[in-house]
């Protein structure tokens, strides 16, 4: 799951992408998935792209929060939180600064 929202992120030409796995120090989901676009338009087609391929792929958002404003929306799918922020907010609300001691990983290590 986690997999395919990053390639749906990639594809929207996201900036930074970054997978935290939080697992061992909380419960509230397994990975968060942050990401920002440069503006309004591409914050939103992110959130569509993400929604669009996990939903083909049968996950369907718990909840989805932000996508009327697009400065930060969030996309819970339960065992994954997605957060794609546009530049501005992602710098002030610093979610890696934040969820510092999950384990930063790569794409290649989601596939394994």
Do not use: C
């Not at 609300?93 to 001691?101: A, G, K, P």
Request: net charge negative; hydrophobic share 45%.
């Amino acid at each position: 799951m986690a997999s395919i929202a990053v390639n749906a992120l990639e594809e929207k030409k996201a900036n930074d992408v970054k997978i935290i796995d939080i697992e061992k120090i909380s419960t509230l989901a397994d990975y968060f998935i942050i990401s920002s676009g440069s503006n309004r338009n591409q914050v939103q087609a992110m959130a569509d792209a993400v929604e669009e391929d996990l939903g083909k792929a049968g996950f369907a958002p718990k909840h989805i929060e932000g996508y009327a404003t697009a400065n930060w929306i969030l996309m819970d799918y339960g065992d994954i939180v997605i957060h794609i922020f546009d530049e501005e907010n992602r710098v002030f609300y610093d979610l890696e600064r934040i969820w510092r001691d999950g384990e930063s990983i790569i794409k290649s290590q989601l596939e394994e």
